[in-house]
């Protein structure tokens, strides 16, 4: 943002008797906090992010490795790391499993605590403008005040998130089939309704989104039952996502992405648990630009590491934020004397799963 030509602007209304709230409409169409223009037309307008806590185990979710069900039991042989392991092949089949669809009832108000019942909102946004004309004022007087022209923007989007977020949040106007997609009613349904409100927060205009998965991943033992308790929380509200963004014509230009912290070690720990494993591991991206159906890359035979078409971290990043429309070369800075970006100087774009 131009802090100059913004102040410019602000003096002209004043002087041209334009008044505080009028000026206050035009500060805001300048926000910094507004969406900057992309480098080149976006593919994904926004960015749903479901976060698995830990790591889920690829070889017994995705990476089908008809070796490592041949081989469970034997002898790991893959280096240091797995001196003295066996072999662990999945130990669920690699099947599809239907979800069990429950009792449908209305859902609580959430986040009780973010709107004032104390004061009214035309009271509210009284106190907000009269606050504003007072710190523009100041900054009429001080000429540069970067820390006032912040506190501006930050009251602004307290009082609109204040206002707008209950109302987005709450889920007692969805229909019934909706919930009942989502697999909202009695029991353990955290994460349908964050998967609910993660559609409602896409359809209110927010560009990103992270919800975390109930529960953790990572399963050092028990795995067989775990990782099955983990499925059975998110499996069905991640499907009615999907199938929800998609009725709407929503799925095109958003970009869901599932992803834990790593995956696991295809030999045993504990005798039924699996260790970390950094070396490969699957992801899974939807909507926004990827091509469907397709797989990209692919580990050993085992399932132990990457081995055709190895994506780094850095390359993830690269891709997505191409997706959204943004260089990442672009987003280059000098600090200390040394080049940084997020993706570290390094990435690159990976155009095969690009629709």
Request: charged letters at 25%; aromatic letters at 8%.
């Amino acid at each position: 943002m131009d802090m100059t030509h913004s102040r410019r602007e602000m003096l002209r209304a004043m002087s041209a008797g334009i008044g505080w709230m009028a000026f206050s409409a035009l500060a805001h169409a300048k926000s910094p906090l507004a969406a900057k223009e992309p480098h080149f037309a976006p593919r994904a307008r926004r960015v749903i992010f479901l976060t698995m806590r830990g790591g889920p185990s690829h070889v017994d979710l995705f990476d089908y490795k008809p070796k490592l069900i041949a081989r469970n039991g034997k002898a790991a042989s893959l280096g240091r790391d797995s001196s003295g392991a066996k072999l662990l092949g999945p130990v669920h089949p690699f099947e599809l499993y239907a979800a069990l669809l429950k009792k449908d009832v209305a859902p609580e108000p959430p986040m009780r605590n973010i709107e004032n019942k104390n004061v009214p909102r035309s009271l509210q946004r009284a106190q907000v403008d009269l606050i504003r004309g007072l710190n523009e004022r100041k900054l009429e007087r001080d000429g540069f005040h970067p820390e006032i022209e912040g506190a501006i923007q930050s009251f602004e989007l307290a009082f609109r998130m204040q206002s707008e977020v209950p109302d987005v949040l709450d889920l007692r106007r969805e229909p019934e089939h909706i919930l009942k997609l989502y697999g909202i009613g009695p029991g353990k349904d955290q994460f349908g309704r964050q998967c609910l409100l993660a559609r409602r927060l896409a359809e209110a205009g927010v560009r990103f989104i992270e919800i975390a998965s109930p529960g953790h991943w990572d399963h050092h033992n028990r795995l067989r039952e775990l990782l099955a308790t983990n499925c059975a929380a998110t499996d069905q509200p991640i499907a009615a996502l999907l199938t929800d963004l998609k009725a709407r014509g929503m799925l095109r230009d958003t970009l869901a992405v599932w992803a834990g912290e790593f995956g696991r070690t295809p030999y045993a720990q504990s005798g039924d648990g699996r260790d970390h494993n950094h070396k490969g591991y699957s992801i899974w991206m939807a909507g926004g630009g990827v091509k469907g159906g397709l797989t990209y890359g692919a580990t050993d035979e085992v399932g132990h590491k990457a081995a055709l078409n190895p994506m780094h971290i850095h390359d993830w990043h690269a891709t997505m934020l191409h997706l959204l429309g943004l260089d990442h070369t672009k987003l280059t800075f000098n600090y200390g004397g040394r080049n940084f970006r997020l993706t570290n100087v390094r990435g690159e774009v990976a155009t095969g799963i690009l629709a």
